[in-house]
C-alpha cells in the first residue's frame, strides 16, 4: 500500500461532534466475512477521531456492518487493527465507529488516542 499523507493531519472543523476529526490520507485495510470468505480489501482513510475513521473503499459495505480496519498512522510502526461498524455511507465513503472487541483491540484504540492527542497539543490523561 502508499504511504499515509502526515501533511494533512490536522484538525478539521466539524459540526457538533464528540471529538475532534483529523483529516489525513492513510492507506488501510477493510477485513469483512460473507457467507463463504473472510475477505480484505485496500482503502483510504480520510478523517479519523477517537471515535470512528471515514474510509473509502470500493467494495460495498452495507450500514450496520460488522468490520475490522487495519492502518498505521503516520510515524508508526504498529498498526492498528479494530473492530468496527458502518453508520453511515454517502456513496464510496462509509462512516465507521470503533467498538473494540477485546483487550488488543482496547490497547489500539487507546495508543490512537494518545496519538490523537499529541496532534491537537492535549495531555494525556
Not at 6 to 25: K, M, Q
Not at 44 to 64: F, K, N, P
Not at 87 to 114: K, S, T, W
Amino acid at each position: 500500500m502508499a504511504e499515509a499523507s502526515v501533511a494533512r493531519l490536522s484538525p478539521t472543523s466539524g459540526s457538533e461532534r464528540r471529538s475532534v476529526r483529523y483529516g489525513f490520507d492513510v492507506p488501510l485495510w477493510v477485513i469483512f466475512h460473507n457467507r463463504e470468505q473472510t475477505l480484505i480489501r485496500e482503502g483510504r482513510g480520510t478523517e479519523l477521531s477517537d471515535y470512528g475513521i471515514c474510509v473509502i473503499a470500493i467494495q460495498e459495505l452495507g450500514v450496520g456492518e460488522k468490520i475490522k480496519i487495519e492502518f498505521t498512522l503516520p510515524y508508526s510502526g504498529e498498526p492498528i487493527r479494530v473492530s468496527s461498524a458502518v453508520r453511515n455511507r454517502n456513496g464510496l465513503r462509509y462512516g465507521c465507529e470503533f467498538i473494540p472487541e477485546d483487550i488488543g483491540e482496547q490497547r489500539d484504540v487507546a495508543r490512537l488516542c494518545q496519538v490523537l492527542q499529541s496532534f491537537a497539543g492535549e495531555k494525556s490523561h
